[in-house]
């Protein structure tokens, strides 16, 4: 039995055999992933480079230098009305007639509401018919103070009876000019019980229907005008003094360009948005909504040399920097070394960098992945690969 027990033991514990196997087998995998870390690619391509890796054709731009950068900066703003109005009556009354809704196109001074009036007619005839009262008083008091006096002449009254015919004279002249006041008044309130329109424009809003009580000052109307469009863009101070008022300038919208005159600018910067306040006023009103957004692009000159690149021709380095892949001679081919730049501005698909590189030397454009850095490559003159363009 103690036999049995030895052997069993001794099958368990590994033999030397076995050990060197595992050993030899943990060596050649990491051989491999040695070798693999060495092989894969870095930002500056393999640390092994494959001198026998084929030549690649790769399509090549021609760097083009440039002594300063012309961007064009967009700033936006919304196109509103000159004028915008709510408008109701001066005095309350029932609402008789609404002869204008939303959307529709007036004419100034035209009638948009009415109100009932009888009352006031009424009061106005009244009114007349106490003046034609006056009148008559006023009338006889002339006539008596007429008698009065070629009685007082011949010496048959005294002066008192004089005065008296006078003073009924001018009372009843007091009466006349009261009544004419108030009839006055009673026009005038008659006038304004007929809504008008202050301006040509637009009916943005309708607060009341016929048969509404209209409280005095309440709005019955929203009015826009459409004639005079205006924009209020705000842009840099540097930007606005550069600005010419009275000059024509092009501002974009989603109807396409629209010319506007510069009308005035403040010359005031906004504590909240750090820009100074201009105003355009729109030439044709006609071929813009009220409330659409407009962008006005002016360019501004950055002096800074560098050059455009499409964006495809660029690989990260370290440090924040770039890297685009020049071709250099190498006897009878070329060799693609990396040169570092720097990111200026971008646009779009296209990127405006400078760095240690010439003018006139050629960068592979695209397809940076297929090469390694050191690897011949058979440039392809990129005559159909156009660099990207602004607004492409």
Request: hydrophobic residues 45%.
């Amino acid at each position: 039995m103690t036999e049995i027990s030895a052997m069993q033991s001794r099958k368990k514990k590994p033999t030397a055999v076995k050990g060197f196997s595992f050993l030899i087998l943990l060596i050649l995998i990491g051989a491999a992933l040695i070798l693999l870390a060495l092989t894969r690619r870095s930002v500056d391509g393999p640390l092994i480079p494959d001198q026998a890796l084929p030549a690649l054709s790769v399509q090549v731009a021609s760097v083009n230098m440039q002594n300063a950068l012309t961007l064009e900066e967009a700033f936006s703003g919304l196109i509103l009305a000159r004028q915008s109005s709510q408008i109701g009556f001066t005095s309350g009354g029932r609402i008789i007639s609404v002869k204008a809704d939303m959307g529709d196109r007036v004419e100034a001074r035209q009638i948009l509401a009415v109100l009932d009036t009888r009352q006031l007619r009424a009061s106005k005839l009244a009114a007349e018919a106490r003046q034609r009262e006056a009148e008559a008083s006023h009338a006889l008091a002339l006539t008596t103070l007429q008698r009065q006096l070629a009685l007082k002449e011949r010496g048959h009254v005294a002066q008192q009876r004089v005065d008296e015919a006078k003073a009924q004279a001018d009372a009843a002249m007091a009466r006349i000019e009261a009544a004419k006041a108030q009839i006055e008044a009673l026009h005038v309130q008659i006038d304004l019980s007929s809504l008008r329109a202050p301006y040509a424009g637009v009916i943005t809003r309708r607060f009341y229907d016929e048969g509404s009580i209209a409280a005095p000052g309440s709005p019955v109307l929203e009015i826009v005008e459409n004639r005079y469009l205006e924009a209020n863009i705000g842009v840099p101070a540097r930007t606005a003094h550069a600005l010419e008022v009275g000059q024509i300038y092009e501002l974009k919208t989603e109807t396409g360009q629209v010319p506007a005159k510069l009308k005035a600018k403040t010359g005031i910067i906004d504590p909240n948005g750090r820009t100074v306040s201009t105003l355009f006023e729109i030439d044709d009103p006609d071929s813009v909504d009220i409330g659409a957004v407009a962008r006005l692009k002016l360019p501004r000159q950055v002096e800074e040399s560098g050059f455009w690149v499409p964006i495809s021709a660029l690989t990260e380095a370290s440090r924040g920097l770039w890297s685009i892949y020049i071709l250099e001679p190498d006897g009878n081919s070329y060799e693609a070394r990396p040169r570092y730049v720097e990111m200026v501005h971008s646009e779009g698909d296209r990127v405006y960098v400078r760095g240690t590189v010439r003018d006139g030397e050629r960068y592979i454009v695209s397809g940076l992945a297929r090469f390694v850095p050191g690897q011949s490559v058979t440039p392809i003159e990129a005559q159909a690969v156009r660099l990207p363009s602004k607004g492409q």
